[in-house]
């Protein structure tokens, strides 16, 4: 088979010789200081590969795509020099800090992008450098538009601009991360770490068409990238070989953008950014065609109708991960769906079926909520806080009508006037229903009762399918344009947004930060109960203490400092797992602040008896307050590690931090760390109330009080080691652990100052990972996901070694805990995507839990429940040991977790 190396992904410079494809012999001898980086050759898809390799001090992290003949695309994965990163062009993204992460933005340094991609790209590699200038204020002043197009994620593509009216590419020479940076920013996406792609990188247009720009030359921080210097427009030198392309960062929470779907093109989503309106297709498997869609801001997921397949579906917003959550029947026809993501249900309406019906975002509970007198029901909009929907309905008697969640109180608003009502929209700010109708060829609004009732547009000779509301616009889709319309909702101001570059323009959603639900204005209706509200501790301290912020409707936020007691400060304390005795209220931004995010609330009054921050006395309106983040409130709780409440460890190695979270409340603080850059292995010892971890980074074993006060390193591994499993026997004293790099299993004494550690295995292993232990019987357990995976087990001294499970049924077992409870192993697999159970000598295996989508790392179980890390969630998840029931504990604030490990409190 012919290899050719044809397309870098990532590299600029086309003539680059690589070392032989990564190898298990290389990868021992070049073990050193450097980065860690992914290595892997020939995988399918980068994100298949899970083998890690400690690079040389002076490399870094790379990935490129290999195109072989007669088959499907590779790549190849590994270290490679220093030099490579410094002819890249663009901006190189600055060394993290390296105290305890104190605020959300930590996560959105992405590093050498320009070296590796996205989440492949391990942190700390790309040494110093500056970062870019911050993202300026964008206003929709340009009449060029941006494309991305041919990437396998909506955050790259090759880079097309619509300029007097025709797409055209963008010529590669000397073409920049700071040219990147300013693409990214016109499509909404943060500037930070743009990488720039030449040659053609995802592919080229066609040969006839136009090649707009050439040696475009920008400082990164303009708005347009007409605003760079270049040759000017269509004057080049080049051929389409020479397209240029962009990477950028990922979404953040904080952007704003506009959700399309175009169904003249067989049903394409597009996510377009609102000010600059440039847009870029959402990819996703050929297989589906999306129709109607919403959006589900706090877990990035779109939801979405497929009317070929007949299923109702939803996706990452990346385009990947996507979840049946029903398959209907063959009469259905989905034309709309709302999705409430605050309690998490979705209603749609089935023009074929004829109702209107309710269903959880997980699939549980369908319910059919009207089905008498309903006839042809289109769309919906819903209003969480009141519990109401409200839908319309184009039949014989054409209607609006309402009911409340559980389908009870319904009731028709309006009627008459109208024959084909199809969009319908509720603006939360004033309470105001928008409709259009396809026939009258109007936009109408009215209140939620029907009354007041009048034309806000008359456009004869359109058809107007949906809308959806965003400040003082509504925006809307008519299918016989092809640019999306926007009008002010008083009806004047109607034009066109963005290019004319859309077949069928159906549904179309918009997504406005700092409201968690979609089209809400700020301020948002805040949903304030228990299982919404999430609490941590950042800033400066201890583990204990710290800065205040408070989570809901997706967004971190602070508290004022006006009225704070240590009332309120004992139930922050309390949801914290501390207990609250001796809770003490820190005011004036004592632990530091972040300006970036919202204060939002002020005149906090607890009575110190709640056990939740929702019940205590709260502001009606959030984010409104007469205070600067000069005054955030902070607390300062007593740590007795002998009442602690029971918490769930984890290792973000993407945030470098160890965190603390309460499993009943989920609410979290990192246990602060020094020099600490990846963390990977974690358990906890409930004798010493001590917490111990790796860092593959350094090769140590680290030691630390909970409160993060005492922190030691109890071994100190040589340069090849890559210690990914530990585990603590609080028995024996004893620790084990596994180290991939130096492939033994070894025993540490966890007592005493400066223990030594010894291998209780050397032969035989090849990738040992997970690693756990039966102290009564002084039993360990390790899974090997080398060439053969595997699980073996042998004694505490290394006799009696066993393989337990091993064959076709294992690829990459990541994860693996020894319940002592019921006496049994459960582990998880990343290759095979499986949680399952099995007894101690490998008997009576079965599968638990499955997602396809999932990349398992750690695993941990208690009495009732597993508790796991996915490498495409947000956080740590649980299954009930059944393995029903997946839900993220906490908030989705977390990016790469791996071990997790859970502490069963003993005082309840
Ligand atoms: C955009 O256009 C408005 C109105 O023409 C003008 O006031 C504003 O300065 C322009 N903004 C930029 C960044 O050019
Ligand atoms: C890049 O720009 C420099 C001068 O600014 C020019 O000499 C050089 O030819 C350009 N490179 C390419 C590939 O056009
Ligand atoms: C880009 O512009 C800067 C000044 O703004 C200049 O110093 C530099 O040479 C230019 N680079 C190219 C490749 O033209
Ligand atoms: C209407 O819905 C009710 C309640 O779900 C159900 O019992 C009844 O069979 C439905 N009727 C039709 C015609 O589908
Ligand atoms: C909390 O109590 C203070 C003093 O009684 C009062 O001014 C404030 O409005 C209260 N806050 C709320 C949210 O009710
Ligand atoms: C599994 O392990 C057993 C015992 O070591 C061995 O006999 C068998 O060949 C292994 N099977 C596979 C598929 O590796």
């Excluded at 492949?120 to 991305?148: D, F, I, Q």
């Excluded at 998490?344 to 509970?365: C, E, H, M, Q, R």
């Excluded at 369908?366 to 769309?379: C, G, H, K, S």
């Excluded at 400066?754 to 997970?770: E, G, M």
Aim: a negative charge; hydrophobic letters at 30%.
């Amino acid at each position: 088979m012919a290899l050719l190396r044809t397309t870098l992904l990532l590299a600029v410079v086309p003539v680059l010789v690589f070392s032989l494809p990564y190898s298990e012999e290389n990868s021992q001898s070049k073990r050193s200081s450097g980065p860690m980086c992914m290595a892997c050759s020939l995988s399918d898809h980068p994100s298949q590969c899970s083998k890690t390799i400690t690079c040389e001090e002076d490399e870094v992290c790379y990935v490129e795509k290999v195109v072989l003949t007669g088959t499907t695309d590779k790549f190849n994965q590994g270290c490679t020099r220093q030099q490579f990163c410094a002819q890249f062009h663009g901006p190189v993204v600055g060394k993290r800090d390296n105290t305890r992460s104190r605020h959300k933005d930590k996560r959105v340094i992405p590093l050498c992008n320009e070296c590796c991609t996205g989440d492949l790209c391990n942190t700390n590699e790309c040494g110093a450098g500056a970062t870019t200038a911050p993202p300026p204020t964008v206003s929709p002043n340009s009449t060029t538009w941006v494309r991305l197009i041919g990437g396998s994620n909506p955050y790259e593509g090759r880079v097309e601009l619509f300029h007097d009216n025709r797409w055209g590419t963008v010529c590669d020479d000397n073409w920049s991360g700071e040219n990147a940076a300013v693409i990214c920013g016109m499509l909404g996406f943060g500037r930070d770490g743009a990488g720039a792609v030449p040659a053609a990188g995802f592919g080229h247009a066609p040969s006839y068409a136009h090649i707009w720009l050439d040696e475009v030359n920008c400082t990164g921080s303009e708005t347009f990238i007409d605003q760079c210097p270049s040759n000017g427009w269509g004057q080049n030198d080049c051929s389409h070989n020479e397209d240029a392309g962009v990477i950028c960062s990922p979404m953040r929470t904080q952007d704003n953008f506009i959700l399309l779907v175009d169904t003249g093109v067989g049903g394409l989503i597009f996510r377009m950014d609102i000010d600059t309106q440039s847009f870029t297709p959402i990819p996703m498997n050929p297989l589906y065609s999306p129709t109607a869609l919403d959006y589900d801001p706090t877990t990035a997921r779109i939801y979405f109708v497929d009317h070929a397949l007949k299923q109702l579906l939803s996706v990452h917003f990346s385009g990947t991960d996507i979840r049946e959550l029903q398959q209907l029947d063959s009469n259905a026809d989905l034309e709309k769906i709302a999705v409430d993501p605050i309690n998490k249900v979705l209603f749609y309406a089935d023009t074929g079926n004829d109702f209107v019906a309710s269903i959880n975002l997980d699939g549980s509970d369908f319910t059919i909520l009207a089905n008498d007198t309903v006839d042809e029901p289109r769309d919906l909009t819903i209003d969480p806080q009141r519990r109401v929907v409200y839908w319309t309905d184009w039949g014989s008697t054409p209607k609006i009508e309402k009911m409340n969640y559980d389908g009870t109180g319904r009731q028709t608003i309006a009627t008459g006037n109208m024959k084909w009502p199809n969009g319908l929209a509720l603006d939360y700010t004033t309470n105001i229903l928008y409709f259009v109708d396809a026939s009258t060829d109007q936009i109408e609004k009215m209140n939620t009762d029907g009354s007041g009732r009048g034309v806000v547009l008359s456009d004869p000779g359109s058809h107007m399918f949906a809308l959806s509301l965003y400040k003082q616009y509504i925006y809307y889709t008519d299918w016989t344009r092809t640019s999306v319309m926007r009008v002010n909702k008083d009806g004047t101001g109607k034009t066109t947004v963005g290019p004319p570059s859309f077949k069928e323009l159906a549904d179309i959603h918009i997504h406005h930060y700092g409201s968690g639900m979609p089209g809400v204005v700020t301020p948002a209706p805040i949903v304030q109960d228990e299982t919404h509200m999430f609490v941590r501790l950042v800033g400066k301290g201890n583990h204990n203490e710290g800065l205040v912020e408070v989570y809901a409707n997706g967004v971190w936020g602070t508290i004022c400092d006006d009225g704070w007691t240590n009332a309120d400060a004992g139930v922050i304390c309390e949801m914290m797992g501390f207990g609250r005795t001796n809770a003490a209220a820190v005011k004036e931004a004592y632990y530091g602040s972040d300006g970036n995010i919202m204060i939002f609330l002020d005149e906090v009054n607890c009575t110190g008896e709640e056990s939740h921050i929702a019940q205590c006395t709260l502001p009606k309106d959030w984010g409104v307050h007469d205070c600067g983040h000069n005054e955030d409130a902070g607390v300062n709780c007593q740590l007795d590690p002998t009442t602690i409440k029971s918490f769930v460890l984890m290792a973000d190695s993407y945030t470098s931090e160890v965190y603390r979270m309460d499993l009943e409340t989920g609410s979290y603080s990192a246990i602060p760390n020094s020099n600490v850059y990846s963390p990977i292995a974690i358990d906890y010892d409930p004798v010493g109330h001590n917490v111990f971890y790796t860092d593959v980074r350094s090769g140590i074993i680290r030691k630390t009080s909970l409160d993060g006060s005492t922190q030691t390193d109890l071994v100190q591994l040589n340069r090849i080691s890559t210690p990914d499993g530990l585990v603590v026997d609080d028995t024996n004293r004893l620790l084990f652990y596994t180290d991939t790099g130096n492939d033994v299993i070894g025993k540490v004494s966890i007592d005493g100052s400066s223990p030594t550690p010894s291998n209780i295995i050397s032969t035989n292993l090849d990738q040992p990972r997970a690693i756990a232990v039966d102290k009564k019987n002084q039993v360990v357990y390790w899974t090997d996901w080398g060439n053969n995976p595997k699980i073996e087990k042998s004694n505490y001294d290394g006799s009696g070694r066993q393989v337990i499970a091993n064959g076709t049924g294992l690829q990459l077992p990541n994860g693996l805990t020894y319940d002592e409870k019921d006496n049994k192993l459960y582990f998880c697999d990343a290759g095979t995507n499986k949680i399952e159970v099995m007894n101690t000598d490998g008997s009576n295996r079965h599968v638990l839990f499955e997602d396809s989508g999932a990349h398992f790392f750690g695993v941990d179980t208690d009495e009732q429940f597993i508790y796991f890390s996915d490498w495409t969630k947000d956080g740590v998840m649980r299954v009930q040991k059944s393995g029903i029931n997946e839900i993220p504990i906490g908030p989705p604030s977390f990016v790469r977790v791996n071990g997790v490990a859970v502490y069963e409190s003993n005082t309840g």
